[in-house]
């Protein structure tokens, strides 16, 4: 190193330090990040084949059946994302006809395109871009899902996430409710570009609170980035975490993470650093583990064989109410 140089860097050193305390409050955002300081990343999952739910949803399923990510994710117990995809036009309803749910909340996020809903509790809504639907399953509902009839009749670009979240078995028979959450009810964080928002969908982004309210707790962003968008922020080191690239494409905590891959992140303390290389829309999942045994079948998941059976038992005998086709 040459002297001018050195002289050069012990000057900012001395004015950084300076810095540092009569901003003390701030020390957080303009603190360097050493690798050591990063949350771990477990793995990343590439885009799965796809499989088709109804003739409706064309989806990739992450998990509980992504290639090493089984269970790492509780509360999450389900995650399908339906990547951009065109429809054509269609005189046939597309979509997933009446079939029951217990045990969880089922929670639909609209990207492109419209689905509608209808449940046996006489809920009924429409999800257009932007949109969340939150349903509550709890005890037992029948509900139906299709592409909305406009948009089925046009056809046109659909891409479209479902997640369930197991309830703890406290809240495993809650009574069923809906929800409907329009783009503007989304509380949202401005980035310091400007441009770039983090919406608040459950638990806490920078003190801002999330509109949904979930029966464990979980944190849910719904991160819009802009091409070259830095973002930084904390997650509780002990919950469950992972990042879907819904599109564009970043790099995360120095791992490349393309449209469709999901970054599953280590149980650890650490900062999640996110830059965009692209417009780019995050998914963001983090929740405390249950803990409890489960046993899941189709459409319901409980906590014992025994409680499946009665589920199974109950929805023959019509205890879920009635919804028609
Ligand atoms: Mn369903």
Known sequence: MDRKKFITGTLFTGFAALFHKAFAGKEAAIEKISKADLRGVEGILSPTNTHMVGNGFKVMNYFPNGKGFEERMSPFFLLDFNAEVKFPPSDIAKGVGVHPHR??????????????????????????????????????????????????????????????????????????????????????????????????????????????????PVIMYDVHLEENADLEFTLPQHYNSGILVIDGNITINEQKAPENHYVQLKNEAGKIKIKAHQKSLLMVLSGEPLNEPYVSYGPFVMNTEEEIKQAIEDYNKGKFGFLND
Request: proline share 4%.
């Open 103 to 216: 045990g969880i909340e089922t929670i639909t996020f609209a990207y492109k395109g419209s689905v509608e809903h209808h449940d046996s509790k006489g809920n009924h809504g429409v999800i257009n871009p932007g949109d969340i639907q939150w349903m509550t399953a709890g005890g037992g509902v029948l509900h139906k899902e299709y592409h909305e009839q406009t948009f089925n009749r046009t056809g046109g670009t659909f891409e479209m996430l479902q997640l369930w979240i197991n309830l703890p078995a406290k809240h495993k028979m809650t009574p069923a409710k809906y929800q409907s959450i329009v783009h503007t009810q989304k509380p949202k964080v401005v980035l310091a570009d400007g441009k770039s928002a983090v919406y608040v969908i459950a638990g806490e982004y920078n003190g801002v609170k999330g509109v949904a309210n979930a029966f464990s």
